[in-house]
């Protein structure tokens, strides 16, 4: 089966952290580079950081310095550990592959009051 279940949003003041996980269908992780998006409302969905199979990562400039992405192979998981939230990163969170190539799940909201 290929799945996609986030988890882990919430409401957090600014300043405050999030860790957000993402498990994953092995078809779906196993070997593929995997990535963390999101799309807060009225605007195009973004990247936010990806991950391959060996560890390196690539972030957008808006989340570099606060935003740590990790997987855990074993568990065919991927995180997103968030730091230092602004009201700006209020937006549902997706994962998927790096090149987005399988069906969307129902993402986890992220809210950030100021």
């Known amino acids: 089966q290929v799945q996609l279940v986030e988890s882990g949003g919430g409401l957090v003041q600014a300043g405050g952290s999030l860790r957000l996980s993402c498990a994953a269908s092995?078809?779906?992780?196993?070997?593929?580079?995997m990535a963390w998006y999101r799309q807060a409302p009225g605007k195009q969905r973004e990247l936010v950081a990806a991950?391959?199979?060996?560890?390196?990562?690539v972030y957008a400039d808006f989340v570099k310095g606060r935003f740590t992405i990790s997987r855990d192979n074993a568990k065919n998981t991927v995180y997103l550990q968030m730091n230092s939230l602004k009201p700006e990163d209020t937006a549902v969170y997706y994962c998927?592959?790096?090149?987005?190539?399988?069906?969307w799940g129902q993402g986890t909201q992220v809210t950030v009051s100021s």
């Open positions: 998927n592959t790096r090149s987005a190539s399988y069906p």
């Open positions: 092995v078809r779906i992780f196993s070997g593929n580079p």
């Open positions: 991950v391959i199979s060996g560890g390196s990562t």
